[in-house]
């Protein structure tokens, strides 16, 4: 007879997924595509968010970048003028004259710098003399430029038509550069604020100052080109640093998203080659700050004053400032023209035009990584994650995950310091870790399911001490066949058939499941595993899938507690009309077949072979209430117990004869 607890047992086995099962792992599999989909979605869902985090990320490596190696390349070829707090002291008035402007630029351009650059638009005319004075010196220095600040837009629907009237000279300053690749270069509508127009012909150039902030206020890129009409119009500090270098706007290309190329430029040190510029398709380059505002060369716009009208000290401005590229702004307290950058807060704007300057000069530009090459890079990092799911335990898969984690943090980290490629790391390694929690969710609570459906399934079949290692170690448990030296026990109740016919079904199952509970805790007791019931009997094996050298001696002193027990609940039922239960147990020690077998559908952990037969034959053939060992188990107990040789017995079923023993009632001597 099968009961329903042995049913349960074998669906149990049938059950249970194994470690590399194909189920499981197609469903770890599905668990982390899922939960990387489901990131990249809220991160397209929510783009603000995500962009923001992303370039502070980014700023957290400028900070790391100047903790570790200090201020970056920096070119010593560039210099601020600053019309700061000292300057309005000293000059006593809250703005300087267009005289002062006009004397400064006098002196810049005796002290021999290649250009000056005027982030400040002289928009309307001042007094006619005042206005004269600045005219004339920037018409005999040659080298000065002003600033132009456009109506910009992403979207050319947008942009006004230039129906407004705007200087002139603004159409002489337009460039038509080689477009080897289309993009989406912001449109210009109709300049906002120029200078007025004497000032702008007798500049040598204008340049706009438009730049777009990032979702978070901040400015990291700044664009170098915008359309306006049929033609592009030039930023200022790329329009200063073109001619520096002597590259006219016929000897540039531009492929949008990729680069700008300045053929046959001529360096600083006299060595003639392209220089190439990282941009995006905006044709916005990522500005590398090489550290904060002071970095650079300053000099206070009323110390150029006094110093240019002495002659030591305008010798002392020549020796600084010989072929530099010098930039002219307001950066006292309350000026309006400050941002944040990745080390400020407060950065004075005109900072962007020399950090534009100083990469290009130094070529020490930054670059995003390709969005495809990002792509790859991220799959690659997850496809590692999920062979890693595959394959390793929880605990190592949560180790491992974390520190590949820590392997992309640190590849982000390198492709910045040493390469100067911005990687991203906000929405891949959210996704990565999403996937490794999700994950590991999955494989906890389906392992705990697992954990709990399997020791209530077998904790009647298991000593709890056993058990409990067989969670641990499932790899106990042979999956297959394998063979091993055993000993097993059979039992059975003698008359239990006629007893039962008379019975009352409750009354048949609870005696058998009293009987049985307490046979199972002695067998448990001595680290025995339950086989099977077979109608009042009981099939049970020692030595695995714990293994215990003296399995042997385990079975017959398991047996004898079972024998004295036996006759406790004898005493206790006969009084009450209860079961007389009288047993008899068989024991064989013998090379067996032990593992998980039967069909797919339903599974069973036992022993095989023919001394599992042998111990059967046994058991039917042992006097009532005694129990009967084979040779082989008594030459593995015969020091420690007690018996008595019943002779060689023909056994039911078997041809030859089998010299076996009995065990004394109390075991052992």
Known sequence: METPLKSGVRSAVALRPEPGSVSKNRTTLLVLVSSVLFVHFVVWLLPGIFEVWELQAGDQLFRLRYYLTGPDTISRSIAHVDIDNSSIRTLNTTFAGREQYGEVTSILSRSLAASVGYDIIFARKGGLESDKAIVAAVREAGNIYFPVAFTLSDRPSQVRQADEPYPKFIDGMKWNPRIVREGEPYEAGPPLLTVFDELGEAARGIGFINVVPDRDGAFRRVPLLVKFHDGYYPSLPFRIVCDYLHVDPDSISVAFGERIILHD????????????????????????????????????????????????????????????????????????????????????????????????????????????????????????????????????????????????????????????????????????????????????????????????????????????????????????????????LFSDIAGFTGWSQSQNPDIIKRTLNDYFEEMANIVFRYDGTIDKYIGDGMMAFFGDPLPREDHAMAAVKAAVDMQKKIRELKERWEPEGGLPIKVRIGINTGEVVVGNMGSRQRMDYTVLGANVNLAQRLESSAPVEGILISGSVYKLVRNSVRTRSRGAIRLKGLTRKVRVYEVMADGER
């Open 265 to 488: 430029a001529l360096l600083p040190d006299g060595e003639i080659r392209n220089v190439s510029i990282p941009i995006d398709e905006r044709g916005q380059v990522l500005v590398n700050y090489p550290a904060g505002w002071g970095i650079f060369y300053h000099f206070s716009f009323a110390k150029v004053l006094e110093d240019g009208n002495d002659p030591a000290g305008l010798e002392k401005l020549r020796d600084l400032l010989d072929g530099s590229l010098v930039v002219v702004s307001e950066v006292a307290t309350g000026a309006s023209d400050i941002g944040a950058t990745p080390y400020e807060t407060d950065f004075p704007l005109s900072g962007l035009h020399s950090s534009v300057l100083n990469m290009i000069l130094t070529g020490d530009y930054l670059r995003d990584v390709d969005p495809w090459a990002g792509t790859g890079i991220e799959a690659l990092f997850l496809l590692v994650i999920a062979a890693m799911s595959l394959h390793l335990r929880p605990l190592r898969f949560f180790v491992a995950s974390f520190f590949l984690v820590a392997v992309y943090d640190t590849v982000y980290v390198v492709a910045f310091l040493r390469l100067n490629i911005f990687v991203m790391l906000v929405a891949p390694g959210a996704a990565m870790l999403f996937a490794i929690a999700s994950v590991l969710g999955y494989r906890y609570f389906s392992e705990e399911r697992e954990k709990i459906f399997f020791r209530r399934t077998f904790e009647n079949y298991f000593s709890r001490p056993v058990l409990r290692k067989i969670m641990e170690r499932p790899e106990l448990l042979s999956l297959g066949g394998e063979k091993k030296e055993l000993t097993i």
